[in-house]
């Protein structure tokens, strides 16, 4: 299928193709474990069951624009857009506060960089904020298996000063100072709630 973004440029989807052998799937794969996506998805499940939080990935709204029909098969769609720019990753509710956030992986070590974000992304970040909402990234360090939840106003902090000749990228160890660092478990698998509650708490000190 050929999926395309608003102003026409193709979308890359990952290949389907199997890994040409096991030996090869391990070196790809064996050390990886899972993405952040997943790794928030299966916490995002443990939540809900729980009645903690109902948290979901936002889908991407797309619009379908060639489908072919195959003698005895389903349909099966050709081309598709997505319909606009998407905003943010995950949104929900959690004790009452409505919560909004950004998931990045990088594979740096000493930098992150604001590249990785858009300018829609941040408008929506602000914007969420004004109406009280819990706006926040999780990031993670894949190589070094660490994981971080800044606030979005840290990060909108970032954006602004590269706009006006800034760095373009973000020091670690700037992370690590106006974040708050969490650990990988079982149950849920990344506990970002118990960050979430520490933003909670901290702007009602304020």
Same mark, same amino acid.
């Given at each position: 299928?050929?999926?395309?973004? +608003?102003? !026409?440029? &193709?979308?890359?989807? +990952?290949?389907?193709?199997? #890994?040409? @052998?096991?030996?090869? /799937? &391990?070196? *790809? ?15 995002? &499940? ?6 903690? $939080?109902?948290?979901? /990935? %936002? +889908? ?5 624009? &060639?489908?072919?029909?195959? /003698? ?13 720019? @998407? ?8 004790? !009452? ?6 998931? %990045?992986?990088? %594979?740096? %070590? ?15 970040? /602000? ?15 894949? *190589? ?7 606030? $979005? ?30 650990? =990988? =478990?079982?149950? +849920? ?5 118990? #960050? ?11």
């Amino acid at each position: 299928m050929n999926l395309n973004y +608003p102003d !026409g440029r &193709k979308f890359n989807q +990952p290949s389907n193709k199997p #890994a040409l @052998s096991s030996t090869k /799937k &391990k070196i *790809l794969f064996g050390d990886r474990g899972m993405t952040l996506e997943e790794e928030i998805n299966e916490s995002n &499940k443990y939540y809900r069951s729980h009645d903690i $939080a109902v948290i979901y /990935k %936002k +889908p991407t709204p797309i619009q379908i624009v &060639k489908v072919d029909y195959p /003698k005895r098969s389903r349909a099966v769609i050709k081309e598709a857009y997505f319909r606009q720019a @998407s905003t943010t990753d995950y949104n929900g509710i959690y004790n !009452g506060y409505y919560v909004d956030f950004e998931a %990045k992986e990088t %594979k740096h %070590k000493n930098t992150f960089p604001l590249k990785n974000f858009h300018q829609h992304q941040i408008d929506h970040l /602000k914007a969420c904020q004004k109406q009280g909402g819990v706006c926040f990234v999780i990031i993670k360090y894949v *190589l070094l298996k660490r994981y971080f939840i800044m606030p $979005a106003q840290n990060l909108i902090t970032y954006w602004d000063n590269q706009n006006q000749d800034g760095a373009k990228s973000i020091q670690f160890k700037q992370i690590v100072d106006c974040s708050i660092e969490i650990n =990988s =478990s079982y149950n +849920p698998t990344l506990p970002y709630i118990e #960050a979430v509650q520490q933003l909670i708490d901290n702007e009602k000190e304020k």
